[in-house]
């Protein structure tokens, strides 16, 4: 930098405000200084700047699988707000054993980042109450477990009301609930609204139609079967989360009896070009991505805010034809 700044003519200072568009600089001075970064094939060295700062020139996301379209979005959402602010970002996939959370997300945060955006897969992130005090953290997604942080999550519970209701109000009295176990904070709530829902239209609730363990394509299949055999089976199935509706596709088709209505709390690829396509709970997860992102930046430039703040965001209710199915 002090080699450009002596071809250009300027102080170094006038080089940095050029070349991170900060501060005032006129424009003779700025265009010498960029013929002389021309001249000289000059890039930043972005570990000199980590070495003077004390913290890397990036931010941290965690999520619990980067190759799930609704998670690779809201990285997407983050790297968008934070190229505008010339930071990089550094990514992690937790996966969805919650004893390896902490263990990974440490291992991000010795990075030195200037931050970090997590959807905690785990009930406990008190191991992050030392780290709060000196790198601002935004939860996404999900909201933490015993400690007090920012966290930006949609709502589920109204989200799985919406869904439920919808499906009553096409006749369907046997609903059954599909999803992760209810330790997931996320399918917690999406149970609550679920049962609200059931209650509301005073329909009584039925332990045997709520399967909490779809995990996979194998364990989608029992479930599916498992209700099927029932003295009463359900009509029409609600599912938790986009993954589980992905698992649910080729068990129904595959399933003996009458074909079930579904609605997923989540959009995926190609769910309207299924036959029949399927009714979902719309997420936005880029917006979800940017205001984490912002409320993140927002920290970093202001660390002694003390005041917390959980945001919920709204979401909404795609029909198309899964719902409809006769009964």
Not at 159 to 183: K, N, Q, S
Not at 247 to 253: D, K, N, S, T
Not at 280 to 306: C, H, M, T, W
Request: aromatic share 6%.
């Amino acid at each position: 930098m002090r080699e450009v700044a002596a071809r250009a003519g300027v102080s170094a200072k006038t080089v940095s405000r050029v070349l991170r568009g900060e501060g005032y600089a006129s424009e003779d001075a700025r265009a010498r200084v960029l013929a002389a970064v021309d001249e000289l094939n000059y890039v930043p060295n972005l570990l000199a700047v980590t070495f003077r700062a004390g913290r890397d020139a990036a931010v941290g996301v965690a999520v619990p699988d980067i190759a799930d379209p609704y998670f690779a979005e809201i990285v997407q959402a983050v790297e968008s707000v934070a190229r505008q602010r010339n930071i990089a970002v550094i990514v992690t996939s937790l996966g969805y054993d919650g004893s390896r959370e902490q263990a990974a997300v440490e291992t991000l945060l010795q990075r030195q980042v200037l931050g970090l955006i997590a959807c905690p897969v785990s009930t406990d992130q008190s191991y992050l109450k030392s780290w709060l005090l000196r790198t601002p953290v935004v939860f996404v997604d999900r909201s933490p477990g015993r400690i007090t942080a920012d966290s930006v999550i949609e709502d589920d519970r109204g989200g799985a009301y919406e869904a439920t209701t919808h499906l009553i109000g096409h006749g369907h009295r046997r609903v059954a609930f599909f999803g992760d176990p209810p330790t997931v904070t996320t399918t917690a709530k999406r149970l609550e609204g679920y049962l609200a829902a059931l209650d509301d239209a005073g329909i009584p609730r039925d332990d045997d139609l709520v399967r909490a363990e779809v995990t996979d394509a194998g364990s989608a299949a029992e479930a599916v079967r498992g209700v099927g055999a029932l003295s009463r089976p359900p009509t029409a199935i609600f599912s938790s989360n986009a993954r589980c509706t992905l698992r649910l596709i080729p068990a129904l088709a595959n399933a003996a009896g009458p074909r079930l209505a579904v609605v997923s709390f989540g959009d995926f690829p190609l769910a309207d070009a299924l036959t029949p396509p399927v009714t979902v709970i719309d997420q936005n997860a880029s917006a979800l991505g940017a205001f984490a992102a912002e409320r993140l930046f927002a920290r970093i430039a202001d660390p002694d805010k003390r005041m917390r703040r959980r945001t919920v965001l709204p979401v909404h209710l795609i029909e198309r034809e899964s719902c409809r199915l006769d009964i």
